[in-house]
């Protein structure tokens, strides 16, 4: 599991260090873990050498700089980042849950939550990448693309439709249609992510889907801007189903 630590206090990032490979071998996880003591220096590394990593623990509180900011900045470029903060404060726990973290860490860190955190990290993420994955609150979903009949968003929120269940959680599309397998989704607008499989019916401006076998058709107009490649999609999609 490739770590990276960004925090600006060297001895609390030794202490950090050392508590997380304690953890790490208690778990039989290979850890390598990079420890940058600024924003600035993590993104000039990860910028000129292109190397990403597996999870990243950031600071809230970096000096000039913060970890929410930081945290936005990776995920921009990579979308998929496991990102968990350290705080001495909750203050900052919604604005930490926006961005999407996977989870934070009150200082002083202590052995059991680091080692339900990376517990879950590396049964959730690590080698899965069938799975779409998000959080309610505190909890962590993880749900097969291929269960996922549409999501759709409003607002600040994203809506993630299956055929027994709908999930409602913060989000926007454009900050995840990249996670979506392009061979089995397509955009039918800038705010709605449908999944060919659901796939009723379909004209150039409508696409109806359904849930399940016996539920109704669900009819969603398609933007115009994304009228042909939606279509391309599907029809790809049918010719190789």
């Keep these: 599991m490739r770590i990276a630590l960004c925090e600006d206090d060297s001895v609390q990032a030794d202490m950090f260090v050392r508590l997380l490979d304690k953890t790490a071998d208690k778990l039989g996880i290979k850890a390598e873990t990079d420890v940058y003591n600024c924003a600035e220096d993590m993104k000039e590394e990860l910028n000129d050498k292109n190397i990403s990593y597996d999870v990243y623990f950031l600071d809230i509180e970096l000096g000039d700089d913060n970890g929410i900011s930081l945290a936005k900045w ?18 900052y726990m919604q604005k930490a849950f926006d961005v999407h973290a996977f989870n934070y860490i009150v200082k002083p ?25 998000f959080h309610i609150g505190k909890s962590v979903y993880r749900i097969d693309y291929n269960d996922i009949v549409c999501i759709y968003s409003d607002m600040r929120y994203i809506n993630i439709v299956t055929s027994g269940k709908e999930y409602r959680t ?19 607008g800038s705010s709605m992510l449908i999944n060919y499989k659901y796939i009723s019916r379909i004209k ?3 696409v109806w889907y359904k849930t399940g076998r016996e539920s109704e058709e669900v009819p969603v107009s398609i933007a115009r801007r994304y009228s042909r490649g939606f279509v391309d999609g599907f029809n790809k999609y049918v010719s190789v189903t």
Excluded: Q
Excluded at 74 to 91: E, L, P, W
Excluded at 109 to 133: N, V
Excluded at 170 to 188: Q, R, W
């Design 109 to 133: 860190a202590g052995e059991e939550r680091l080692s339900m955190i990376l517990s879950e990290i590396k049964e959730l993420y690590i080698g899965d990448g069938s799975k779409f994955i």
């Design 170 to 188: 913060y989000g926007k599309i454009k900050d995840i249609k990249e996670e979506f397998p392009s061979d089995m989704f397509g955009m039918a």
């Design 204 to 206: 150039s401006d409508m």
């Design 74 to 91: 990776i995920k921009a470029g990579y979308k998929k980042a496991v990102i968990v903060f350290i705080t001495s404060h909750t203050d």
